[in-house]
């Protein structure tokens, strides 16, 4: 089935452990984004990929880290989490010639 | 500073029609987005507007005027299924979607 996967679906983590959130899309859309939703506040850019090899830092890049080596996937490492990292995170696609983006499931994540 | 505004909470009831308003100051203007995020699942795209003026999709409208820095999503006949949160966004100048935080849209029978 087309479109964007997330893994995993939700995950309670330790503070201080590292952690790599997945996504892969098999749409071959150019750019990828990572997002963060909070109760009560819009979604909040972490970082983005206009294309494979790119990456760039978005609204709340801090502890975070990301990197593209092809088109299909994009990964999101928190290096040391913190409970302030409890969140709802979404990754999403868009495609050059189409602005809106496409986003996936969404991972539920808790630091303890 | 760039903002997104829109109502917390609206409830409208089953068959009628609702407005949901979204106003915004952003540094430049490439287009305003409404989505559907339904309770614990990811937003999907509802439409997409960059010229003044409405743009029709089935139930579903979206209004933008570019001089007031004003949408709205009207949705008509509503149903349960419409019971979610419409997400408004703006693509500003460096082409990044800036979020407001959402309407929760409750639908009573």
């Known amino acids: 089935i087309a479109g964007i996967t997330q893994a995993p679906t939700s995950q309670i983590l330790a503070a201080g452990r590292r952690m790599t959130l997945r996504c892969t899309q098999d749409?071959?859309?150019?750019?990828m984004y990572w997002y963060r939703q909070d109760l009560g506040l819009g979604l909040r850019l972490i970082h983005y990929?206009?294309?494979?090899?790119?990456?760039g830092k978005g609204e709340v890049p801090d502890g975070y880290s990301v990197s593209r080596a092809n088109t299909d996937d994009f990964p999101l490492t928190l290096a040391s989490a913190v409970p302030s990292q409890t969140s709802v995170y979404f990754c999403?696609?868009?495609?050059?010639?189409?602005?809106?983006?496409?986003f996936g499931p969404g991972t539920r994540l808790t630091v303890l | 500073g760039q903002n997104i505004d829109q109502p917390t909470e609206m409830t409208a009831t089953e068959g009628a029609i609702v407005q949901i308003n979204c106003t915004y100051q952003?540094?430049?203007?490439?287009?305003l987005f409404w989505y559907q995020q339904h309770a614990g699942e990811a937003p999907t795209f509802l439409s997409y507007n960059v010229l003044d003026g409405l743009e029709e999709k089935g139930r579903f409208s979206s209004f933008l005027s570019r001089s007031k820095g004003y949408s709205y999503l009207l949705l008509k006949e509503l149903q349960m299924k419409d019971s979610a949160s419409y997400l408004c966004a703006v693509m500003d100048s460096n082409y990044q979607l800036i979020w407001g935080a959402g309407t929760k849209l409750i639908i009573k029978p």
């Open positions: 749409m071959r859309h150019n750019a």
């Open positions: 952003t540094s430049g203007f490439n287009g």
């Open positions: 999403a696609s868009s495609d050059s010639n189409e602005r809106a983006q496409y």
């Open positions: 990929s206009n294309t494979a090899g790119t990456t």
